[in-house]
């Protein structure tokens, strides 16, 4: 859904319809946003395994959509990188 979001709202900018691409960009990250929180409540469950794909989902659209230099995506980075180093 995100993706479709995001390449329907790049289609809207290269139109130049910017107010409806800026819509559907923001309603894209709002989806990320609730996927990345899902997946903190799984941890503070102690839910890893379903909370793990989770976090791994978020990283992968947020590298797809921002870039693999954005900051969102460095701070997902760190993130995951911290979760899968916590101790078992």
Do not use: K
């Not at 979001?5 to 130049?16: E, F, M, T």
Request: proline share 5%; hydrophobic share 35%; aromatic share 10%.
């Amino acid at each position: 859904m995100v993706y479709i979001l995001s390449d329907l709202a790049g289609l809207l900018r290269d139109q130049g319809r910017y107010e409806e691409a800026e819509l559907l960009y923001r309603r894209a990250l709002g989806i990320v946003y609730t996927l990345n929180n899902l997946a903190g409540l799984l941890r503070t469950q102690g839910r890893y395994e379903e909370a793990e794909p989770l976090y791994r989902r978020v990283l992968a659209i947020y590298e797809t959509t921002l870039g693999p230099e954005h900051p969102q995506t460095g701070t997902c980075r760190v993130n995951l990188d911290a979760f899968l180093s916590r101790p078992r």
